[in-house]
């Protein structure tokens, strides 16, 4: 049975709406312990560190982007790096060791303790993200993870796991993207408009 240009257009926003819905209803208090996480990490001298392979390597970048220049208020530049966007560093890492080692080793020699990782896969299964989130809890920097379907292994490495359950890749990382755009939403509120106190961040 054909399909019309019409059909495609509502199957997918049907989709992706049904997607969010359930998305934000299920992790609202994930997400709000998530931008309180990283707003005390960055109010304490941390930063915020991204990965992700293809489209979200592009979320990577974009998050890091928001952080870094602005999201919805004017406010001071807060440290982000998205591991991503170095190709020297990426070849130079896959050409001596591995592909599964580009994030990791950038995250051994940038991050810190109280630092936080915020991996992307929308399987749960990347294994440089997996790699990179294990390293960070090593050195005890706080996880954060993003992924889809059922989790995968990511859940392992992760002080936090935001899970859009549902088994297409599009629709897992636009909602990954709208969650990322919460995020950065609250860390602004919780830094500028209603500050928390530092506290030390829980480490798992």
């Given at each position: 049975?054909r ?13 992706g709406?049904?997607a ?6 299920r992790n ?7 931008g ?5 990490s ?6 915020a ?10 979320d ?7 952080f870094v220049?602005?999201f919805l208020?004017e ?15 990426l070849?130079a ?6 592909f599964?080692?580009v994030?990791?080793?950038q995250?051994r020699a ?11 896969s ?25 992924t889809g ?7 392992k490495?992760?002080s936090h796991l935001?899970i ?9 990382q636009?909602?990954h ?7 950065c939403?609250?860390?602004?509120h919780?830094?500028f ?8 961040a829980?480490v798992?």
């Amino acid at each position: 049975m054909r399909v019309n240009a019409q059909e495609i257009i509502k199957e997918h926003s049907r989709a992706g709406l049904m997607a969010r819905e359930h998305f934000f209803s299920r992790n609202a208090e994930s997400l709000i312990m998530v931008g309180k996480t990283l707003a005390v990490s960055l109010s304490s001298g941390g930063k915020a560190l991204f990965c992700g392979n293809g489209g979200s390597a592009a979320d990577a970048q974009h998050l890091a982007a928001e952080f870094v220049n602005r999201f919805l208020l004017e406010r001071p530049p807060l440290p982000a790096i998205a591991l991503t966007t170095d190709s020297s560093i990426l070849t130079a890492v896959s050409n001596d060791y591995d592909f599964s080692q580009v994030f990791s080793k950038q995250v051994r020699a940038l991050g810190r303790s109280g630092d936080i990782l915020v991996g992307l896969s929308t399987s749960g299964e990347s294994a440089n993200v997996n790699q990179a989130l294990e390293q960070a809890q090593s050195m005890g920097m706080i996880t954060v993870g993003l992924t889809g379907r059922k989790g995968g292994s990511m859940h392992k490495y992760c002080s936090h796991l935001l899970i859009v359950e549902d088994g297409s890749t599009p629709v897992i990382q636009e909602v990954h993207i709208a969650a990322g755009h919460v995020i950065c939403r609250l860390v602004e509120h919780y830094l500028f408009e209603d500050p928390i106190e530092p506290e030390p961040a829980a480490v798992p």
